[in-house]
T-cell receptor
Framework: GNSVTQMEGPVTLSEEAFLTINCTYT??????LFWYVQYPGEGLQLLLK?????DKGSNKGFEATYRKETTSFHLEKGSVQVSDSAVYFC??????????FGAGTTVTVRA | EAGVAQSPRYKIIEKRQSVAFWCNPI?????LYWYQQILGQGPKLLIQ????????DSQLPKDRFSAERLKGVDSTLKIQPAKLEDSAVYLC??????????????FGNGTRLTVT
């Protein structure tokens, strides 16, 4: 079946630092890939998505590129803000399977 | 567009009591999901409906959990009797496409359940 493995946290950064959260996946066929974000006390929000190989998803300064050759979908942001403090989940969906999540990475940005 | 609505936001019950959660998906979304998110873990699918039919309930503890989606719109998830390990956030989500689709899911804010 499908599965997602993402970098374990927690990750603590200073404001304006570069953020990378690694995500790799195992899947049959050609799944869609997603990053969801969960701010404190809130539900999951879709951050960005990519539906085919070499697609780049982007939103709010975050980017991730669907790399089929390395089965990866790493999340990056060039300059983080305190408001980016949240839990980030990598997820995939496709081939008739349910949306499968990674364990989540907690990111804390200090002023 | 209105999002996925869930209620209540918080619930505290004693073990062996029963509890019910309610979800109203985004209008027009055929597929509805219930996820359980235990603290520090990623969400785990409990049950998936397409319209009012169950597509996947393989991870639902059927001896104590039940769910229904009458008329293919709103859904309720019930736990009876609750155990301490049921303490979690219960997330409802919906998607526009069917169960074999690849579109993103839209989540509600969840119900935080504490079992004492």
């Amino acid at each position: 079946g499908n599965s997602v493995t993402q970098m374990e946290g927690p990750v603590t950064l200073s404001e304006e630092a570069f953020l990378t959260i690694n995500c790799t996946y195992t899947a049959t066929g050609y799944p869609s890939l997603f990053w969801y974000v969960q701010y404190p006390g809130e539900g999951l929000q879709l951050l960005l998505k990519a539906t085919k190989a070499d697609d780049k998803g982007s939103n709010k300064g975050f980017e991730a590129t669907y790399r089929k050759e390395t089965t990866s979908f790493h999340l990056e942001k060039g300059s983080v803000q305190v408001s980016d403090s949240a839990v980030y989940f990598c997820a995939l969906r496709g081939g008739g399977y349910k949306l499968s999540f990674g364990a989540g990475t907690t990111v804390t940005v200090r002023a | 567009e209105a999002g996925v609505a869930q209620s209540p936001r918080y619930k505290i019950i004693e073990k062996r009591q029963s509890v019910a959660f309610w979800c109203n998906p985004i209008s027009g979304h055929a597929t509805l999901y219930w996820y359980q998110q235990i603290l520090g873990q990623g969400p785990k699918l409990l049950i998936q409906f397409q319209n009012n039919g169950v597509v996947d309930d393989s991870q639902l503890p059927k001896d104590r959990f039940s769910a229904e989606r009458l008329k293919g719109v709103d859904s309720t998830l019930k736990i009876q009797p609750a155990k301490l390990e049921d303490s979690a956030v219960y997330l409802c989500a919906s998607s526009l496409d069917g169960s074999r689709g690849r579109a993103p899911l839209h989540f509600g804010n969840g119900t935080r359940l504490t079992v004492t």
